[in-house]
């Protein structure tokens, strides 16, 4: 009859070994008739659809998990997104025909959360984010700080041998060491990031930003003409 429940008879043979195994099972389990009507659901499956058993049994499976080929019960696999309290999300199911399944049951449906799949990805994606803005980081800093050096030292030379110089000289001496002071700034700053921020620059374009990103704590700055 369409919609059977289970058959839990105990003197069935190896009925309760199986069955007790179904509803223990870690993984989220239905067992459906030949007639693709659900006749059970363990723990997990309910768990996982957020629904009891009773609400899942006697539904078709084609009505919980639409597939556009019948047959794919036999031994198939598809994905289909489920109603949730949370929000919709994906559901991986694999089925196959299993004519000694407990119960008398002609099909298993193994469920997967299809989140954990995609938070994954996310995870890999942004591990892989990071690696390329640490490298990047990395290269920055080789390529700018020896230049940079070198530039510093010009300065501090060019200091020395024009001795003392008009305010308006002057005046552009402090400025450019003020901007060299600014891009060794940004240099320490970047070496010091743990875990970027972004912000956005241009139309959708992003880059490091360098105000919100998290860093390495400094000790307080020593005052002045103290080593």
């Not at 499956?45 to 539904?59: C, M, P, S, Y």
């Not at 300065?155 to 060299?180: F, H, W």
């Not at 620059?201 to 003409?225: F, I, N, Q, S, T």
Request: glycine share 6%.
């Amino acid at each position: 009859m369409a919609g059977e429940m289970l058959n839990t008879d105990a003197g069935t043979s190896g009925a309760a070994p199986l069955l007790a195994f179904f509803h223990a099972c870690p993984w989220p389990l239905l067992l459906a008739g030949a007639d693709r009507v659900i006749q059970a659901a363990n723990v997990a499956a309910e768990r996982l659809l957020a629904r009891a058993a009773a609400e899942l049994v006697g539904q078709s499976v084609e009505t919980l998990f639409p597939v556009e080929h019948p047959e794919a019960l036999a031994d198939g696999r598809w994905t289909v997104m489920i109603a949730h309290p949370d929000g919709p999300f994906p559901v991986e199911v694999s089925a196959c025909a299993a004519p000694t399944a407990p119960g008398g049951a002609a099909y298993v449906l193994q469920l997967h959360d299809g989140r954990e799949d995609r938070l994954l990805f996310e995870e890999k994606v942004k591990t892989a984010e990071l690696a390329g803005i640490f490298r990047t980081i990395a290269t920055v800093n080789h390529e700018i700080n020896n230049p940079l050096f070198g530039l510093m030292a010009t300065l501090q030379l060019l200091r020395d041998e024009l001795g003392p110089q008009s305010p308006s000289v002057e005046k552009k001496l402090d400025r450019m060491e003020q901007c060299v002071e600014r891009i060794k700034q940004i240099t320490d700053d970047l070496s010091q990031v743990i875990r970027p921020a972004r912000r956005t620059y241009a139309a959708d374009e992003k880059m490091l930003d360098l105000e919100r990103a998290r860093l390495v704590p400094r000790p307080p700055a020593a005052p002045r003409g103290e080593p």
